[in-house]
């Protein structure tokens, strides 16, 4: 699965998915209005949008220009890229300018952050005098904070006036529109009041510095949460190597040969080319060795920290990092098709799928900011026209007072007259900045981004948000038997003649040549029989296979068949009572049975035992500790089948025996309709469960090695570990519930706060939400959504 689409030219992208980087944007409302705009674009049909990565995901028909659409979006003021395919070379270069713009943000931050805190303590500076009773007159100078207010203004809150503005002209009004009003009403109102005091109202010059002063500590701090919550995929990123070593291929004629090596771009290495891998070096691609032996460090890739001895034969993966010996490897894949490039892929498209539970945040967040608006109009109108005329000592208070010449707040006894529009302005100006859909917008996908680089250090490929929620509701988990809860390397443990004319010997050497054609465990467990025995192994022609019963050939003229005995009955072969009591026995203790023929007639039986991974019990016993249904699926006979869930503590009833490959998409599929509110994970290696993967509720692979697990699984673990199903179901659920935390946190700051600053509690209590303090409390909700989703970071220390 990638995430980025391939393209054939440089210029012109055509491709029916396409992914932008888009910049701009604040908060949820930005997202809707970006998914808005691509969706109108011709030929579009979906969008996905993620605020915390800023990256776009378009799928559209064939024909679609992504510079066009990146125009396009650019022009309703997101400026937007299209992401191009880069070679690796490439791709160090733009992580290096990714390296250099983030330091530049960090400056940037840190600039914002002295200036904000700067704001903060100049416009609190006459509250706090006030109340210690100590008078400075230079910071109680009226045109000191008038003047404070227009810097303030004129130069950290330019960007934020200037996008609000440009939010509203485009008919898209976001988070920075709503501060913007906030700002310029509190500023304009007070200005007003300075020229114009016959007119008796109050200046409130600290208001819109503390909410310019607020929204840029928030968003510094913010900005430094999300860099530290996107540091795991960035530091996956890094691991992608720029040079390889290629190296001429050993002449056998002549050992002592003097070989040229010269180092090339990593993504020039061809498939079928040796490269040289020195110690402390990163593979450069995928490859099998081919010289030597070391030990290779893939905790990266799997999160195993122990180094994994490496010989020749032996498969590695780039990125992963050679620690001791000297190697040659012969390149396998390259560029977008090695593991890490997948991984990469993987984890990147997981931060855009969103979660379901997400729409009803992106619903919401498409109209907040008018909702926001026309609910800051009627609390003005209301307070101008209804409150203030029906609790008249509201507007005569004695708890806050005002002087044009200190520009204080001071307690006095003296009731002051307060201005019926004032008093209305600052509390619609409360309403505009307390709302909060940048948090909204940041809940789902800063959660995501976690998890996500959580699971890729240890080994845990979660494919999205969406994945995330259904594991959260998995009532029934179905594990293939063979490969999966086995270690998938069964060993000869009997083999019967039932013929005088036939040996144990001649018995291994037909089903051996039998299974020369064939990579299932059996023929591997037969065939390494034969060699442990050093028997000749006969040539063997027309090979057929039956997936999930059994195999044919012919052998020294003779066919010989080989496999099940229902492989058996459906080719007429006739099995005596004395047989079949042999077979059941066998079946009783686990084995899996294979029936011989030659001809017409059965030769013998061979019995092959799988044994159980080494944690399948352990793991088995958490899932169902769990309060999950745990299911056993084998092609093995019922017998053999009941006797490995005799082994894993399981209900006979659990145990589903003699399914073939091709039907074991339709048990999935018969288990999800008979209980249609139950969810269905499905367990396997990724080779012939891929359509049982594809068809479950959650496919589960152990990755193997096999691209087939990649594609079909919505989980792949990375270290072929069976506990790790119940690690990622704990991260899973884990994550999900981040999600659900922060989104109830977003709604919840926004369902109290909106009727605080709105003025509910000003009859009956006097408590009023001023709008520097709105501004405070929005700041908090986005910075406390971000850091919530942080804290998952625990998973990765407990686990």
Known sequence: MQLAPQKNQADTLLSKKITLDVEGMVCAGCVRAVEKQLTQFPKVNKAIVNLATGVAVVDSELTIDADALAAELTGAG?????????????????????????????????????????????????????????????????????????????????????????????NAPNMNTLVALGTLSAYIASVVALIFPQLGWECFFDEPVMILG??????????????????????????????????????????????????????????????????????????????????????????????????????????????????????????DDTTLAQIVGLVEAAQVRKAPVQRLADTVAGYFTYGVLSTALLTFVFWYFIGTHIWH????????????????????????????????????????????????????????????????????????????????????????????????NPTVTDCIPVSDRTTASKLIQLAASVESGSQHPLASAILNEAKKHELSIPAATDFHTEPGFGVSAVVEETTILLGSREWLNLNGIEINQTIIQQIQTLAKAGKTVVGVVTGNEIAGLIAVQDTLRADAFSTVKQLRSQGLRVMLLSGDTQEAALATAQQLGLDPNDAIAGIPPAKKAAVIESLQNSHPESLVAMVGDGINDAPALSIADVGISLHSGTDVAMETSEIVLMRDKLQDVVEAIALSRATFNKIRQNLFWAFAYNIVGIPLAAGVLLPSLGFILNPGGAAALMAFSSVSVVTNSLLLRRFATNS
């Open 393 to 488: 000592d509201i507007a005569v208070s004695a708890v806050l007072t005002h002087s044009h010449s200190t520009h204080s707040y001071i307690h006095t006894s003296t009731p002051t007259h307060y201005s019926p529009i004032l008093i209305s302005l600052k509390l619609a100006i409360a309403v505009m900045v307390v709302a909060c859909p940048c948090a909204l917008g940041l809940a789902t996908p800063t959660a995501i981004l976690v998890g996500t680089g959580i699971g890729a250090e240890q080994g845990l490929l979660i494919k999205g948000g969406d994945v995330l929620e259904k594991v959260h509701q998995l009532k029934t988990i179905v594990f293939d038997k063979t490969g999966t809860l086995t270690t998938g």
């Open 78 to 170: 997101f400026p937007s890229k299209p992401r191009k395919p880069r070679t690796q070379t490439d791709s160090a270069q733009a992580l290096q300018k990714a390296e250099e713009k983030k330091r530049q943000e960090m400056r940037d931050a840190q600039r914002q952050l002295i200036i904000s805190v700067l704001l903060l303590v100049l416009s609190g500076v006459g509250h706090l005098s006030s109340l210690s009773g100590l008078k400075i007159p230079a910071l109680h100078n009226i045109w000191l904070h008038f003047g404070l207010a227009t810097v303030a203004i004129l130069v950290p809150g330019r960007p934020i006036l200037v996008d609000g503005w440009l939010g509203l002209r485009r």
């Open 214 to 335: 607020f929204i840029l500590l928030g968003r510094t701090l913010e900005k430094r949460a999300r860099n530290r919550a996107s540091a795991a995929f960035q530091e996956l990123l890094s691991l992608r190597p720029n040079i390889a070593r290629l190296i001429s291929k050993r002449n056998q004629d002549n050992d002592n040969e003097t070989r040229e090596i010269i180092e090339i771009p990593a993504e020039q290495v061809r498939i079928g080319e040796w490269l040289q891998v020195l110690p402390g070096d990163k593979i450069p691609v995928d490859g099998e060795v081919v010289e030597g032996k070391t030990a290779i460090d893939e905790s990266m890739l799997t999160g195993e920290s122990a180094p994994v001895p490496k010989q020749v034969g032996d498969n590695i993966s780039a990125g992963t990092i050679n620690q001791s010996g000297t190697i040659v490897i012969e390149a396998t894949r390259t560029g």
